[in-house]
C-alpha cells in the first residue's frame, strides 16, 4: 500500500511534454535552451504560478537571469509566448500570465510553416530597439503584437507611429498607441493617408505658433514624409 502511494505521488509530479515540441522545435528557430525555458514556465504554472520571472527560471536553468531574459524576448517576439492578464478570483486584481496557446497552434495547426515564417520577421521589433536604444521588455513586445494581432495595424502603419512620436521628440509607447488609436478613428489604413494627415498637423501646429521656431533637423531619425516606405 505505502509503494503503491508513493508512485501515485510520482505520477503526480509530473509536466507533460508533447512530443512535436520535442522533435520539431528546430523548425521553429529554437534551440535546446529555448526548449528548456519554456519547459520551466509549464513546470511552474504547474505549480500555479503563472507568472516566474527570469530569476525564477534561471534557478533551474544552467543559463543567468539575463540571458532567460534574451529568450523571453526571443519567444514574444516569434510569437511563440504571449503575456496575458487574468483577474484573480475573488478579487479585482490584475495580474500578467504566461500563455503557451500559441506555441501549440503553430506545432498542431494546418498552416504552422507559413505562420512562422511570418512571426519570424522580426524587422519591426528591430526597429523599436533601434529608436528606443535599449531591447524591449516583454510587456512592450506584446503591445506591438497587440497592434498587429489584435488590431490588426499593417507593420507599416505601425513603424508610420514610430517615425511621427520620433519626429515629435514623444518616444514612448503610449504616445505611439494614442497616434495609432486617433489613426484608426479618422479611418487611415496606409502609409500614404498618415502622411497627408501628419503634414496637415503639422501645418496647423506652425501656422499656430505666434512666433517661428527653430526647425529641427530630423533627417538623422527618418525622412518618411517625402520618402517610400
Known sequence: MKRSLQIQKILLDQVHIPVK??????TLGLDEKD???????????????DFPTPAE????LTIDEEQCSRILRKLIQKGLLEIEQNTEENTEKIGEVYSLNKLWEVLYGEKKEEKVEEQADGTIFILFEQEFGRPLSPFEIEMINGWLDEDKQAASLIKAALRESVLMGKLNFKYI????REWQKKGIHSVEQARDASKKFHGNQTTKQESPRPKRDTS????WLEGED
Open 177 to 180: 498607441d494614442r497616434i495609432l
Open 35 to 49: 526548449v528548456m525555458l519554456l519547459l520551466q514556465i509549464q513546470q511552474f504554472q504547474h505549480k500555479g504560478i
Open 21 to 26: 515540441l520535442l522533435t520539431s522545435f528546430q
Open 57 to 60: 527560471l534561471s534557478s533551474h
Open 220 to 223: 538623422f531619425y527618418y525622412n
